[in-house]
């Protein structure tokens, strides 16, 4: 019986872990199946707003220089017939000729900024849109750490509550890094979505003065180091987290944030992908009341690119 006992024992703990390996896999391809939908959507729509949007940029150049010609022809003939008849000189200052001529450059200036901004955004959208990339590829680590703050913007910027969260980038000098890129992105969007979370939860118990005079700040750290491994650390000015339950952060659905904003799958997938998907760590350090630093270490190869 004995004997029985412990074999019964060793099948269930084998059908443990097997039902808890069933349960993370079907969490990833869940989890995977939405993040590549998601990427396919946002390329199609960066793909629609890119077209139209490059016809007016380069369109605006030529528009620009053609009006500065227009107005230089208007300026030689006042400087030539200096006293127009009546009805022109009626016209000029209805349309108020010198302010016009003054501030139409600067009109098609700041279109020109304008467009410029969303080619910008376009192209954060097509680099954030590689969740459909199955392929290791070399990437420009930074270039995807810009686009996902960029997608992230609407919640960094300032708002009537509190003003704009800061956000420095202490970057190093990095080689490509040979990734699986939507993956990679992904995990970045989980950390600084919650170091985003952890300010504005700090952010409840300030006033818009304790604020300004403490403000929000996330830093962003690269490093290359051994000739191998590259360091990204993501550091908010938080709460923190309790020591206690730092162990549990990266276990399926574990959250510290209120019901219904936060299912605690992100932090869980993000150590998935780094860990078993990049041979990499993700590990946290935190205190309590001092903010909270998440620190992923990668190699800059890959096994499967390298063979």
Not at 171 to 197: H, R, T
Not at 246 to 269: A, W
Not at 289 to 307: C, K, L, N, V, Y
Request: glycine share 6%; aromatic share 6%.
């Amino acid at each position: 019986m004995r004997s029985r006992t412990q074999e019964l024992q060793l099948k269930n703990s084998d059908l443990q872990n097997a039902l808890q390996q069933l349960q993370q896999t079907q969490i990833q391809m869940v989890h995977s199946e939405k993040m590549s939908s998601l990427g396919q959507m946002v390329a199609g729509i960066a793909h629609e707003i890119n077209n139209p949007v490059n016809f007016i940029h380069g369109n605006l150049v030529h528009a620009d220089e053609y009006v500065r010609d227009l107005l230089g022809l208007v300026e030689l003939y006042r400087e030539q017939y200096p006293n127009p008849n009546s009805n022109i000189q009626d016209e000029i200052e209805a349309i108020e000729l010198d302010f016009l001529s003054d501030d139409l450059p600067k009109l098609f200036q700041s279109m020109q900024v304008g467009t410029e901004r969303i080619r910008e955004i376009v192209k954060s959208l097509r680099i954030f849109s590689r969740f459909d990339e199955a392929e290791i590829k070399e990437v420009d680590l930074h270039e995807g750490i810009d686009s996902t703050l960029m997608i992230l913007f609407n919640r960094l910027k300032a708002k009537p509550d509190r003003p704009a969260i800061e956000v420095v980038k202490h970057y190093g000098q990095l080689p490509k890094l040979e990734c699986y890129p939507g993956q990679l992105n992904q995990v970045l969007m989980n950390l600084l979505s919650n170091a985003i979370d952890a300010v504005e939860e700090r952010n409840k118990q300030r006033s818009y003065e304790e604020i300004q005079n403490d403000p929000n700040r996330i830093e962003i750290y690269t490093e290359f180091k051994n000739s191998d491994l590259i360091t990204i650390r993501i550091v908010d000015n938080g709460f923190g987290i309790p020591v206690e339950i730092q162990d549990k952060l990266f276990n399926p659905f574990f959250t510290t944030k209120e019901v219904g904003k936060g299912t605690g799958l992100g932090l869980s997938i993000s150590h998935q992908i780094i860990v078993e998907k990049h041979g990499g760590t993700l590990r946290c350090r935190s205190e309590a009341g001092r903010g909270a630093e998440f620190i992923i270490d990668i190699p800059r190869r890959q096994p499967q690119a390298s063979t």
